[in-house]
């Protein structure tokens, strides 16, 4: 076997395509050697921006999904936040919208500082944007695997989503 290939992406325009239920193979993506570029968005629901890569996604029919960075093995990026945005323009950093974001929702890697976003009223068919980012500038850089797959009922049922890892709790009257 030769040399394990990572790929990076800096930025929105050329978004990797993500398929989606496809399963991790170990940690095949790498934030490393991520800039941040002018007017570049974010996960902004934590922290500032620190040097986003950049995936994508169709939404399917149901337009619901789970994204998730709490997957595969040998990650070396072990504290992630993601934003799931979309746009009417990918060249166009101003026609991004945040529809959802997560930052520590983890529960399988590590501490839990990996991210789950969940997200429901998606237009099926429509193209969808992802930013993993690092949390904070002092995060080290590093290789990780991120899935996209349909919502189902046995994702609502599992015990591991409680909407509170040893991290975070939620904030407010709402329960997980």
């Known amino acids: 076997a030769g040399p394990k290939t990572f790929f990076l992406q800096d930025d929105a325009p050329g978004a990797i395509t993500l398929t989606l239920g496809a399963a991790c193979s170990g940690a095949s993506f790498t934030d490393v050697g991520a800039t941040m570029s002018a007017n570049e968005v ?39 936040k993601v934003g799931l945005f979309s746009a009417t323009n990918p060249t166009d950093y101003s026609t991004f919208s945040i529809i959802s974001c ?33 949390f904070s500038s002092s995060t080290t850089s590093g290789t990780f695997c991120i899935t996209v797959d349909e919502i189902s009922s046995a994702m609502l049922a599992s015990s591991a989503n409680t909407c509170a890892t040893s991290i975070e709790s939620p904030l407010g009257s709402a329960t997980g």
């Open 42 to 80: 974010y996960p902004s629901c934590s922290g500032t921006a620190v040097a986003p890569v950049w995936f994508k996604f169709v939404a399917p029919a149901s337009g619901t999904v789970r994204i998730s960075t709490d997957a595969g093995t040998g990650n070396t990026l072990t504290d992630t």
């Open 102 to 134: 997560d930052e520590d929702g983890g529960s399988a890697l590590g501490l839990g500082y990996m991210s789950v976003v969940y997200a429901t009223g998606l237009t099926g068919g429509n193209t969808y944007y992802i930013a993993v980012d690092k």
